[in-house]
């Protein structure tokens, strides 16, 4: 019935490969000064400018190709916390025409080998404290040692040399590049999917200058001369990824690096640098509005702070803004989107709207059986636009039932129209993820994990929220082997040994069920509807039994 479009006009989307569209003369970079600090780090202090990551990232980029011999095309996984000079390797490869992977360092070997291994990888960048578990999986994938690289070598702690070693006595790469469509593929960047393992989504240059036009003329109150950002966001991350690196480079705005988050440090770099800006996930929003920690900082100076990754309800928004006045601004995208193309406006969207489209994109809502929808009606969420990615790595089962024939990328995400707002809400998910603190958790790499543990005979994962954390938890229903028993010690057991073979953020928060069996429809797929019911009891049982206390 409906076909919503935004509201602004289209912008014309220029073809260019994103390192040339990057460093071409712009409004931002070229009235504000480019021997400025464009990224700090708020450990030590170091700062590069515009002109120095330029200059470098040019330069690095012939390393690449004739030091080290990478072609056009080639993957360079790059795993790392954020770095403040990450732009600088990012850029790099791109200006050589090659692509990168970036990975969560807190990946397990095994997850490293299957980004590594599935996105053929040719080099690598790491951290020296990253090297024995990275140089196993490099050699499994054939990485010879001299492609191997660190973004740091201080105290001659490994013999893997610094990529900077790429820049000495290279030319600059010229500008702009030549030989790189703008269609070509720039980021592998892996998300989770509700069959297990994570896919990577490929993303072409166009989709990031789409993605960082779109949001930039989006909103001109959130991009100001004197504005100065914070980022602990992880680069490997779509939302960082495009925010961070990519959105504050092109907008000329400098950014504190922090290398992870820590409250603490979050408020002590605030106020040193008086930041306007930052951007945030739910979590964050809870320790900002609750945490003593927060009142001993002057904050006063955040202007704006956008939250992403996953829903932040209203009475977190409160909370929050009682100790900050600035002003809370949500949005909606996903790796697949490459990253937000609906945003709400300050001072006009309420709390739980996702917003408005960004111009150049489009969005419709349909039933089960794809019949459009139109206002006020519940359907899943379809985008179509010049940010959505290209698809998912060597997998046409998957592109298949992600993209309609006539080109919409189906989100998996149930949203409405609100006629009388004139603004977008996400009222559910179809998929099964469970999103722990704006990271993706897919239950049923979880339940390959627990079926691998001698007593487990059978299982379902599911999402628990936790208001107090303002995140799901993932839980595990567990059904054991007739020898094993039934109690906490097993539980326990169980949980730990999920805990070492999953990535931090997928560990069983949520604690762990035993129980005699799981629901199931009579083709064998476990009916999580019915475990939902479960919790739902489950809690309200728990807010009775506290009422009555009162």
Same mark, same amino acid.
């Given at each position: 019935m409906v076909v919503y479009k935004s509201a602004q006009e289209s912008i014309p989307i220029p073809n260019l490969d994103l390192y040339t569209f990057?460093?071409?003369? =712009? #409004?931002?970079?070229?009235?504000?000064?480019?021997?400025?600090?464009?990224?700090?780090?708020?450990a030590t202090g170091k700062t590069l400018s515009f002109n120095q990551i330029f200059d470098l990232s040019g330069r690095i980029a012939t390393g690449w190709k004739e030091k080290i011999g990478l072609k056009k095309g080639d993957v360079v996984a790059v795993v790392a916390p954020n770095q403040y000079d990450h732009s600088v390797l990012y850029f790099s490869i791109l200006a050589a025409g090659c692509i990168v992977t970036p990975a969560n360092p807190d990946y397990t070997e095994v997850e490293f080998q299957h980004q590594i291994h599935s996105a053929g990888a040719k080099a690598l960048v790491t951290v020296p404290e990253l090297l024995p578990v990275l140089t196993k999986v490099a050699a499994k994938n054939n990485i010879p040692k001299d492609r191997i690289f660190?973004?740091?070598?201080?105290?001659?702690?490994?013999?893997?040399?610094s990529f900077y070693t790429l820049a000495e006595d290279s030319k600059h790469i010229g500008h702009p590049i030549r030989g790189i469509d703008s269609n070509d593929i720039a980021f592998i960047c892996f998300s989770s999917g509700t069959t297990g393992l994570s896919k990577g989504c490929l993303l072409s240059h166009r989709n990031f200058v789409s993605q960082c036009i779109q949001v930039t003329n989006f909103d001109a109150n959130a991009n100001i001369a004197t504005d100065i950002l914070l980022g602990f966001l992880p680069f490997f991350h779509i939302f960082g990824l495009t925010n961070l690196v990519i959105g504050s480079f092109y907008r000329q705005t400098p950014l504190v690096i922090m290398a992870k988050y820590n409250l603490e440090r979050f408020c002590q770099?605030?106020? #040193?640098? #008086?930041?306007?800006?930052?951007?945030?996930?739910?979590?964050?929003?809870?320790?900002?509005?609750?945490?003593?920690?927060?009142? #001993?900082?002057?904050? =006063? =100076?955040?202007?704006?702070?956008?939250?992403?990754?996953?829903?932040?309800?209203?009475?977190?928004?409160?909370?929050l803004q009682k100790r900050i006045p600035a002003a809370v601004k949500q949005g909606y995208g996903s790796t697949e989107s490459c990253a937000g193309v609906v945003y709400q406006r300050v001072g006009i969207s309420p709390a739980g709207s996702i917003g408005y489209l960004t111009a150049n994109t489009e969005l419709k809502l349909v039933d089960e059986n794809d019949n459009e929808l139109g206002d006020d009606q519940e359907g899943e969420v379809l985008l179509r636009g010049p940010a959505m990615f290209l698809g998912y790595l060597n997998n046409p089962e998957a592109n298949e039932k992600t993209f309609t024939k006539d080109g919409w990328l189906r989100t998996g995400d149930v949203g409405v129209f609100n006629s009388k707002i004139g603004e977008f809400f996400i009222v559910d998910r179809l998929k099964e993820l469970i999103k722990y603190k704006g990271f993706q958790v897919a239950p049923a790499e979880l339940e390959r994990v627990l079926l691998g543990h001698e007593r487990v005979a059978d299982c379902a994962v599911v999402g628990v929220y936790e208001s107090s954390q303002a995140t799901e938890l993932p839980r595990a229903y567990v059904v054991l082997q007739s020898h094993a028993k039934s109690d906490p010690a097993t539980a326990k057991d169980i949980s730990d040994y999920v805990a070492k073979n999953v990535i931090n953020y997928k560990r069983l928060r949520g604690g762990i069920r035993l129980i005699d069996a799981i629901p199931k429809n009579a083709s064998g797929k476990i009916l999580r509807r019915e475990i939902k019911k479960w919790i739902k009891a489950e809690q309200e049982k728990e807010a009775t039994a506290v009422q009555a206390k009162l």
């Open positions: 990057l460093f071409q003369n =712009s #409004k931002y970079n070229t009235t504000r000064p480019r021997d400025q600090p464009t990224v700090i780090c708020g660190v973004f740091n070598n201080q105290e001659n702690k490994t013999s893997y040399p770099l605030v106020e #040193k640098y #008086k930041v306007t800006n930052t951007s945030i996930v739910p979590p964050v929003a809870v320790h900002l509005g609750k945490s003593p920690i927060v009142e #001993k900082y002057d904050l =006063s =100076s955040l202007r704006v702070i956008g939250c992403g990754a996953a829903p932040l309800g209203k009475e977190h928004i409160d909370a």
